[in-house]
């Protein structure tokens, strides 16, 4: 009988470049797998999560599905207001004007409009790059003050052509001095061939009486997921959703800290009315709206069953500056108040605000996350205060008011950041595939009082010489996605200490963005949406969670076969696998000691294309990874037998539940 020996994590061997041709790696061993039946740990209850970070953190031109770019003309010192993305119709003049009366405090600005000499007149805007066109129905509105009798037109027409696709007549209420809100529907009449359209109001020359009208708060949305106002876009949502998310980081990273101490993202001005929210300045290079805010998040992760963990700020900025330790007390209160906000019961000052706001019922918040990355921006001297005093004071005041709450550090003892119990870290890994491998034993070394989030994670860099002083991978790619697979396993394999995991950033926009990694791609065109490598690797582990770890006995070390294996939330077992650094395949012989003979199993397993660079192109549509799902059943030994090819994962949960009744013999492999 060949004994069957613990499979510990610091026997992984050295990760080498990934390989392209049958003789860059030995061939692999067989891997005989003992599943045992108790002496694992219960995990914790998320794993798998997503957080907000797109091309620039707000949603705009991304997830939140409003249509018109620069709606409201919101400006800030770094970005100065402008007519971008608007057009004149009909010789229409168009000017940004700060009147006396403005639309709110909020929206100090609007657009000015000087009839041409056609008998129609008004504005168009192209949208974020275009505006997808269908035969569905569109809700939209616009603020308009001055004396007007007539009709307004709304339409949806070709920016090429000029054709119309669908209209809407909207009787005037204008009048003079008073801005006087107009809603619409339109139904297009046919679908657009292509996304290069605009949105246009226009209005008769004769009727402006006043000679001009002003404008504000121009919107227009396309149906929303699952009809919310003000909602999201429901490709990407849906998309999303095929992920079973688990947990949501919101607002997302650097937004959350903002450009200086004076622009970060102020929460409660962010709830509200649209023309209520002023807006900021983004931090990746141009305005924000906030129409995608606090409760906006807060419905997503009703949407998707998804727990928040609800970042506050904490007193630094992107540019270094930060908050000292006198003038911190309100800036921690505001993030009090956030949380009464959400949980609060409608008694209270704040939750009082969000039952006005359409939600009585109080949100459930269990995490909170005291900033974002303060080991990065803040380094070195604004990390000293937060380590010295920021962190401190924050969680102090939690504790005192909220202690159900789990804190959450932004560093992690990956930092250099001693974390107090019984706070959390945060941990946000960017790196070559190889890396990711090398430290498959990292969480092994976590004890019960290091709790870890892994906020933000993503293979970058291509192995080699590429670092962060060179640029990003265009898109992400299989054999990153594979050494993905295998940082999730390592997590996984620790999860009684490590929260949750979410791969970061999360949307790109096809036609303007800074970082080029990101989990989907998109643009105007839904044809366009691109689900990369990455995120099949996340659905598939995503879709099949390990709630109680089981340790696992073999005849081999790690690598290059990785693994996990456990119980479901339903009592079946789970076991995910994935295969690095070798183009042969590897044969695994698994056994379940909860297990017997004829029991069936559903194996899936993903490969890619065979250069392991190999991505899914947005521009051709063609998905590079490969889906296969078998069925397989237990032999006579109750062994379920596979074999996976070079760089590829894949889980195997079985049909019933594990039964251990007893303690069971287990038939060796040499045995008969």
């Not at 100090?108 to 168009?124: D, I, M, Q, W």
């Amino acid at each position: 009988m060949r004994l069957l020996q613990l499979a510990v994590a610091s026997a992984v061997a050295p990760a080498l470049a990934l390989a392209t041709s049958s003789c860059s790696a030995p061939e692999p061993e067989p891997v005989n797998l003992l599943v045992r039946g108790s002496g694992g740990n219960k995990t914790t209850h998320m794993m798998y999560g997503i957080m907000h970070e797109d091309i620039n953190n707000s949603g705009d031109g991304g997830i939140y599905a409003e249509l018109i770019q620069n709606r409201a003309f919101q400006a800030t010192e770094q970005y100065p207001v402008s007519l971008d993305s608007w057009l004149s119709v009909n010789g229409a003049k168009l000017a940004v004007k700060q009147l006396t009366k403005p639309l709110s405090a909020a929206l100090p600005n609007s657009l000015n409009v000087v009839p041409g000499s056609g008998k129609k007149t008004g504005f168009a805007n192209t949208g974020f790059w275009g505006m997808d066109v269908k035969v569905q129905k569109y809700t939209g509105s616009f603020y308009v003050k001055g004396a007007y009798s007539g009709q307004f037109t709304a339409s949806l027409q070709s920016n090429l052509t000029g054709e119309t696709f669908g209209s809407v007549d909207i009787k005037s209420r204008s009048v003079a001095n008073e801005w006087v809100q107009h809603e619409f529907t339109l139904v297009p009449k046919k679908n657009a061939p292509n996304s290069n359209n605009t949105f246009a109001i226009t209005f008769d020359t004769a009727g402006a009486k006043q000679g001009s009208l002003d404008f504000n708060l121009i919107s227009l949305f396309p149906p929303t997921y699952k009809n919310r106002p003000n909602g999201l876009r429901v490709d990407l949502m849906e998309a999303i959703a095929e992920l079973k998310p688990t947990f949501f980081r919101l607002p997302g990273g650097n937004m959350l800290e903002g450009l200086t101490t004076k622009t970060w993202w102020k929460w409660n001005e962010t709830i509200g009315p649209l023309k209520d929210r002023p807006g900021m300045a983004g931090v990746w290079n141009y305005q924000v709206t906030t129409g995608l805010g606090l409760v906006e998040y807060m419905e997503w992760c009703d949407d998707l069953n998804m727990e928040p963990i609800v970042a506050v700020w904490d007193g630094l900025a992107l540019d270094g500056n930060y908050i000292s330790k006198e003038d911190l007390g309100p800036y921690i209160q505001s993030a009090l108040d956030e949380i009464e906000f959400l949980t609060g019961s409608v008694e209270t000052k704040w939750g009082k605000v969000r039952a006005s706001l359409g939600h009585p019922k109080p949100w459930k918040v269990n995490y909170v996350e005291i900033g974002n990355e303060d080991w990065l921006a803040g380094r070195p001297t604004a990390y000293e205060t937060y380590k010295q005093y920021r962190f401190k004071m924050f969680q102090d005041a939690f504790t005192k008011k909220y202690p159900h709450i789990q804190i959450i550090a932004s560093p992690s003892v990956f930092d250099d950041m001693v974390i107090p119990v019984p706070a959390a870290g945060d941990y946000h890994p960017y790196l070559r595939p190889d890396e990711f491998v090398e430290n498959f034993n990292k969480f092994d070394h976590l004890t019960k009082d290091n709790l870890t989030l892994i906020g933000e994670y993503a293979a970058v860099h291509p192995n080699g010489g590429i670092d962060w002083a060179g640029n990003l991978h265009p898109w992400p790619w299989w054999g990153g996605a594979v050494s993905e697979a295998i940082f999730l396993i390592s997590a996984e394999r620790n999860s009684d200490r490590v929260i949750g995991a979410t791969y970061a950033p999360g949307l790109r926009n096809l036609n303007r963005w800074q970082w080029s990694i990101t989990l989907m791609q998109h643009a105007a065109d839904p044809a366009l949406t691109t689900k990369s490598v990455s995120w099949h690797v996340s659905r598939l582990f995503s879709n099949h969670i390990i709630r109680e770890t089981l340790p696992v006995s073999t005849d081999a070390n790690f690598g290059p076969l990785y693994y996990v294996a456990g119980t479901s939330e339903k009592g079946t077992s789970i076991w995910k696998g994935a295969v690095y650094n070798s183009t042969e395949p590897v044969d695994v012989s698994l056994q379940f000691e909860c297990h017997q003979k004829n029991d069936k199993a559903t194996l899936t397993v993903l490969t890619g294309p065979t250069d392991p660079y190999g991505y899914n192109d947005p521009w051709t549509q063609v998905n590079v990874v490969k889906e296969k799902t078998t069925t397989i059943k237990a032999d006579d030994k109750g062994k379920f037998s596979f074999s996976l090819p070079g760089l590829s994962v894949a889980v195997l949960e079985t049909e019933g539940k594990a039964k251990c009744k007893g303690k069971r013999r287990i038939v060796a492999d040499d045995e008969e």
